[in-house]
């Protein structure tokens, strides 16, 4: 398990595999009647850091608040949960499913095995990362497509009391819909801040203000990158002021869940 992680997370953007800027569809939020259109910044993969990323404790130190996903089974994903907390943003799991888990998911019906493998892998998550207040997806391409696992694994979720992002890496999950249906506080990714060719700054900055347009009409938005990149770095740290000055809120995705 820890091996495949930390070999698939060698190049975390691969996480928006699949979505193209915009396909993550509409952020279910509190409407366009709220008195600011407000953004919620996730940021996902803090447990496993290179020399050449942007340090943890410079994430930590951004003076707007920001929802920080931890992801199990890596180096450093007790202390960097622990600095979440420490540092006043917000901590939510980063989940994985598939391709880090060997999943059948037939059409269906819940396979034993896959739910075992869900399950242990879930509850190994809320020791490593403790009281997290939400959990949102990392890649799981095939598992956020597949209703029978998607249910099931909402039932298991529902008792932990804590929310639910669908980051929305194919425009065919489903996951969101099972959240909501289980009864689970939800919302859904709108766009990626990066793709595997793009993190520079200036596709940050694109990437946010096409969300700002969106929260504009819509009254918020979720957006998320990944903590490896100094382009995105960068480009939160220039552009959140400009965005906070032109009338926008930017919140913990907490507050943009429903």
């Known amino acids: 398990m820890r091996h495949a992680l930390l ?8 996480s928006a595999s699949g979505a193209q800027p915009g396909a993550g569809g509409p952020d279910p939020g509190p409407g366009a009647a709220a008195s600011k259109p407000k953004i919620a ?13 942007v340090s943890d404790e410079d994430w930590y130190k951004v003076p707007w608040p920001a929802t920080f996903a931890v992801m199990p089974e890596s180096p450093r994903t007790e202390l960097a949960a622990k600095r979440v907390k420490e540092t006043g943003h917000e901590l939510i799991i980063h989940f994985p499913f598939d391709p880090f888990l060997s999943l059948a998911l037939p059409k269906d019906r819940v396979d034993p095995a896959d ?5 242990a892998l879930l509850d190994k998550a809320f020791r490593q990362i403790p009281q997290p207040v939400g959990l949102n997806t990392h890649r799981s391409y095939k598992a ?3 209703p029978p696992l998607m249910k099931a694994f909402m039932a298991r979720l529902k008792t932990r009391k804590v929310y639910f992002i669908d980051s929305h890496v194919t425009p ?6 099972e959240a909501r249906a289980a009864g689970i506080q939800a919302g859904r990714g709108y766009i990626f801040l990066e793709e595997p060719k793009h993190y520079t700054k200036e596709f940050c900055i694109a990437m946010l203000r096409r969300a700002a347009a969106h929260a504009r009409k819509n009254g918020s938005v979720i957006v998320i990158g990944h903590h490896y990149f100094h382009g995105t770095y960068e480009g939160l ?6 965005l906070q000055a032109q ?12």
């Open 7 to 14: 070999l698939s997370l060698l190049f975390v953007a691969g």
């Open 144 to 146: 956020t497509q597949n």
């Open 247 to 258: 009338g926008f809120d930017f919140v913990f995705a907490s507050d943009l869940v429903k």
């Open 237 to 242: 740290v220039e552009e959140v002021p400009k």
């Open 41 to 53: 910044v996730v940021i996902d993969d803090f447990g496993l850091t290179y020399k050449k990323n």
């Open 172 to 177: 065919k999950s489903v996951a969101y819909d």
């Open 115 to 119: 739910l075992d493998k869900v399950s």
